[in-house]
């Protein structure tokens, strides 16, 4: 169509996702989180709603496998067994349920667990719970997009340095969302109708990740755990606003 680009988007709109998606992986690469959030916030205001989180997850899927390639060798697969195991079953339930469950409950939910491991020390079965874990949120990223935050919050427990934790979240992530990702494609999403634009959003990610790679490895590991702990209380918070937005503003 006549001034459109990519899955009938705007060349402005495309433009816009694809920047976001770069800075995103950039963010995620350096600080360790975030990057995701920053994502799914600007395509869904520009995507139709029924698109949002399954494009979403198919873009995670390569922007976290491109993060993990880069960072292989520090990524943590200790926990890696379990985790799968659980993110199997979480997957199969969250798409059974896909749309029976109120998303502002689990968003709620989701960013006062957040914001209670760092105010608090991270209760000690937390490290011993990866199966736990990657059902806990492969059954929630079906309903509110990214769970990274949550995900994240258990690889602190493990005791890796800057680098093992954003390798090992990449690593955690790109299962997690490949799962969601095969999910929708059994329930009918034709992702096929967004290739192009899944395909140049990972691109666009890759070079964000190349890019943030280098900011963090000038950060040093105190640096690194205190924006990574300010950057999870700003997801934390922005949950529970989106959360208890319709409530608020219901008649």
């Keep these: 169509m006549t001034g459109h680009f990519i899955a009938d988007l705007s060349l402005i709109a495309t433009a816009l996702i694809l920047a976001t998606s770069f800075a995103g992986s950039f963010v995620t690469a350096a600080f360790g989180i975030g990057g995701g959030i920053i994502t799914l916030a600007a395509i869904a205001s520009l995507l139709p709603a029924a698109a949002i989180i399954p494009v979403h997850g198919a873009v995670q899927v390569g922007s976290n496998a491109g993060r993990l390639a880069v960072m292989r060798h520090h990524f943590d697969s200790s ?35 957040i914001l209670w491991t760092i105010g608090f020390k991270p209760p000690k079965f937390l490290a011993k719970s990866a199966g736990l874990v990657g059902l806990t949120s492969s059954f929630l990223t079906m309903f509110v997009g990214g769970t990274g935050p949550f995900v994240i919050t258990f690889i602190r427990t493990l005791g890796l340095n800057k680098l093992g934790i954003v390798a090992t979240h990449a690593g955690f992530m790109t299962l997690q969302h490949g799962l969601k990702t095969i999910t929708f494609a059994t329930l009918g999403f034709a992702f096929v109708d967004w290739l192009a634009l899944i395909t140049a959003m990972i691109a666009a990610g890759l070079l964000g990740t190349l890019i943030g790679k280098r900011v963090l490895m000038k950060l040093n590991e ?20 989106i959360g208890i937005w319709p409530w608020i503003t219901s008649p």
């Design 79 to 113: 926990a890696l067994l379990p985790f799968t195991a659980g993110a199997l079953i979480g997957a199969l339930f969250g798409g059974a349920l896909v749309v029976e469950l109120n998303p502002a409950v689990l968003r709620i939910t989701l960013g006062l667990f």
């Design 222 to 241: 105190a640096h690194f755990k205190t924006i990574l702990n300010g950057v999870l209380i700003v997801l934390a918070l922005r949950l529970i606003a």
